[in-house]
């Protein structure tokens, strides 16, 4: 949790509660009193069984999910029903996909890639420039040495080329680089120092090298610059500053990917919208790339949770996951609505909108710190999951499914 986001929560906690007493009172009314309040979510299933996401949402954008290799097996017949567009989670990584400069790990992409092709599943590649996950090896040379840039440069080129040519007019979309801007509020630092990449370059060149290169790699497939927190007040405008550089530079690029790790309280309709109208302003398309809505806010200002500290003189019981409680669902609810009703709204701009792993059962965000964003780190938290998605822990549709499908 970032200060941006506890900011925010202070300013967006009298929202929320009252979108969760809204949220919670119309799960207990009945259906001619639940006419009379327009704003809260329908969550009454549509009754119609041969239909999922892809279908109720088709006509706004694609719906898409992160999968790990054994979710396709594990779960493929939710994937078929519910999704017509892939990511992998981690397989298309640079450092997953190739550890060392002789070494592909081609195994689990193409399973994914083959099981997409199958069942006629569109696919979003993830990614080829990160500072996480990488090919580290990048900046080693072969005498041991630091690389030079040239060296750099001529490897990503390498890397790009054969892992676009491999899928080349199977993948509709590529996160070319992915979080290369600095979170904080300091304006005028807009790259993310630090990474191996800006400690050689120092500059955006290997950013806009990617992108060229991913063009020659598979002129058909979209191009985009992909972020997390990209609605917050300290980041957007980073990001446009980014991307606007790219297409001043005559860069190729199509747009921009809101990764959208979302919380109960954030962001605002107003943050997404004003990061939305940004991107717009410069011709480009946006895709969604990682979404999920998160439960859990920081310890200190949510009452579902425990005192990690015991207070001097008490017994030191561990401290307990309050678990997906109805205040919760309901303020899940009420965002997933909200944050819904903006895509819709602006369905012209949006091509693709994809889930970060399949079912509640299993988030990535499960493993990190309670009110975890994407750099935190779970040290002294109590741990508890994070029920981030539309199925339950047992594959099955929850009420937010219903409000994110109804009108
Ligand atoms: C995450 C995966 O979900 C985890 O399994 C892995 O351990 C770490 O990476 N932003 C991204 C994704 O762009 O690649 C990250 O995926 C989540 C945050």
Not at 63 to 81: E, F, H, M, P, T
Not at 118 to 134: E, F, K, M, P, T
Not at 174 to 182: K, P, S
Request: contains cysteine.
């Amino acid at each position: 949790m970032n200060k941006y986001l506890l900011k925010n929560f202070k300013r967006n906690t009298i929202i929320v509660a009252a979108a969760a007493v809204t949220a919670v009172s119309f799960t207990q009314c009945s259906p001619k009193q639940s006419e009379s309040i327009s704003a809260v979510p329908n969550t009454t299933p549509i009754n119609d069984p041969t239909k999922g996401l892809k279908d109720y949402l088709g006509k706004y954008f694609k719906v898409g999910v992160a999968v790990a290799r054994q979710s396709i097996n594990r779960d493929s017949a939710l994937i078929i029903k519910e999704f017509n567009s892939l990511t992998a989670e981690n397989d298309m990584k640079p450092g997953v996909l190739h550890p060392s400069e002789n070494t592909w790990n081609w195994k689990n992409a193409d399973d994914i890639m083959a099981f997409a092709k199958r069942h006629n599943i569109a696919v979003r590649g993830h990614n080829l420039l990160w500072h996480s996950q990488d090919a580290r090896w990048f900046f080693t040379g072969p005498d041991g040495k630091p690389s030079s840039k040239e060296l750099v440069l001529q490897r990503l080129r390498e890397h790009i080329h054969t892992v676009m040519k491999r899928y080349k007019g199977q993948i509709y979309a590529w996160d070319v680089v992915n979080e290369a801007v600095q979170d904080g509020a300091d304006s005028t630092v807009i790259y993310r120092t630090g990474s191996p990449w800006w400690n050689l370059f120092k500059s955006p060149e290997f950013i806009e090298a990617a992108f060229r290169y991913a063009r020659e790699a598979d002129p058909s497939a979209k191009l985009y610059y992909n972020d997390y927190s990209s609605e917050s007040d300290t980041k957007h405008r980073k990001i446009y500053k980014l991307v606007k550089n790219l297409k001043d530079k005559g860069v190729p690029i199509d747009g921009v990917g809101f990764q959208a790790h979302w919380k109960i309280n954030s962001p605002t309709v107003q943050q997404l919208k004003t990061a939305m109208d940004e991107i717009i302003s410069l011709g480009l398309d946006i895709q969604f790339t990682e979404l999920d809505i998160d439960i859990r806010v920081p310890a200190a200002l949510d009452p579902n949770v425990p005192a990690a500290t015991p207070a001097a003189g008490a017994s030191a019981a561990a401290p307990v996951d309050p678990g997906y409680t109805p205040e919760l669902e309901a303020l899940q609810i009420a965002q997933y609505k909200r944050m819904f009703d903006v895509m819709k709204q602006y369905k012209k701009h949006i091509s693709s909108v994809t889930f970060w792993n399949v079912t509640d059962r299993t988030s990535w965000l499960d493993g990190r710190g309670q009110g975890g964003g994407a750099a935190s780190s779970t040290a002294g938290r109590i741990p508890r999951k994070a029920y981030p998605l539309l199925f339950d822990v047992d594959g099955n549709r929850k009420k937010a499914y219903w409000a994110v499908v109804n009108k």
